[in-house]
């Protein structure tokens, strides 16, 4: 743990941070796993405070934290990256960002499948501007893809709004991240834009999994962009404009081909099948009912799926019993049942 807390170390030594973004500076990072944590080259058992890979305000300071458990012959240069995220994302509180998505909100993310299949067509859209080196191609992308992303605002509404918001908190994050990367290793930055590429090229499951696919798209936006030339930076203290609607306001809608994918249509129909199949199944194997008043104070967003009145917590979720004011936290799959229109209140859970 301590020689690769050193390696990292010595490679964020290297970087240049006011690069990636005009502002950005080093903080401090920690790694952990689930029995001790090294921060600044000392080491301290684990505590709850280390959950996730985050920034959270530990001693008073801003603090990327990295869980190193899984750990098996990561790539160091890969890890700095992904710190440097979290790194940005201390600086976005420093700086007291106000534009968070409503992960719990975007869990009721409508199921209208002409919004997906636009989405399916943004995302290759985006991707398309990374191959190819025609100016005014890429230029001619980006105005299809940007028209394609307002359509979709009359299909979905104000929820396309967590989509900009994840975009700007996570897909910021992870542009500067892969900024940072291509001063450390070309090949690798390289690798990874060919990577996120394939990824909104990729027709799978995943496409209706929106927060997951924001990182990628946001960081895309963003790098394509900059490449561009469009207003990237911005001073996030006084910004309450999502990145999306920043840079968009600078263009018209133009006309672009939206094609009608049945694949997209059968991927879709597995999509809601299966998240009521992982809720039946746990219901048949957990049978451990807690009634009371309880508020979702934590969470993994990555890991949630919520169908009709129901959320599945997977790996990981806090809740507060309002009648006690005890925090519980659950390491564990829950299935969480919610108060009627609303998005964080639990009438009961199952374990």
């Known amino acids: 743990m301590v020689e690769l807390y050193n390696k990292v170390s010595l490679i964020l030594d290297s970087l240049d941070f006011d690069c990636l973004w005009s502002g950005f500076r080093r903080y401090d990072f920690a790694l952990y796993n689930e ?40 790539d160091c240069e890969e890890l700095v990256s992904n710190i440097v995220h979290e790194m940005f994302h201390a600086f976005q ?51 299809q893809f940007i028209s394609m992303r307002k359509k979709r605002v009359s299909l979905i509404g104000d929820m396309i709004l967590q989509e900009y918001l994840t975009e700007t908190l996570e897909g910021i994050a992870e542009y500067v991240g892969t900024k940072a990367l291509q001063q450390i290793s070309l090949d690798k930055y390289n690798a990874r834009i060919s990577k996120y590429c394939q990824t909104l090229q990729t027709l799978d499951i995943d496409l209706f999994n929106i927060r997951r696919m924001s990182y990628y798209s946001g960081a895309l936006f ?17 910004t309450t404009t999502t990145l999306f609607e920043l840079i968009a306001s600078n263009f018209s809608q133009v006309e672009f081909d939206c094609t009608y994918d049945q694949e997209v249509s059968c991927l879709f129909e597995t999509y809601v099948k299966t998240k009521q199949s992982k809720i039946d199944n ?52 829950v299935l969480l049942e919610m108060k009627p229109d609303t998005t964080n209140i639990v009438t009961s859970y199952i374990l």
């Open 93 to 143: 509180q420093e700086k007291n960002e106000e534009r968070f998505p409503n992960d719990l909100i975007m869990l009721d993310y409508p199921n209208d499948l002409v919004n997906y299949q636009i989405k399916w067509d943004e995302n290759k859209t985006l991707a398309k501007i990374f191959q190819t080196d025609d100016v005014a191609q890429k230029e001619k992308l980006f105005a």
């Open 222 to 238: 963003g790098l394509a962009a900059k490449e561009l030339n469009q207003p990237l930076w911005h001073e996030i203290e006084k």
């Open 35 to 74: 029995k001790s944590v090294i921060l600044k080259n000392k080491i301290f058992p684990h505590n709850n405070r280390f959950i996730g890979n985050t920034a959270i305000k530990f001693n008073g300071k801003y603090t990327a934290i990295w869980n190193i458990s899984d750990y098996d012959g990561m």
């Open 282 to 333: 746990f219901l048949n194997e957990h049978k451990e009912l807690i009634t009371g008043d309880f508020t979702i104070c934590g969470y993994d967003p990555m890991n949630m799926i919520k169908y009709n009145n129901l959320i599945f917590c997977e790996h990981f979720i806090m809740l507060l019993d309002n009648s006690t004011e005890e925090k519980i936290q659950l390491f564990q799959p």
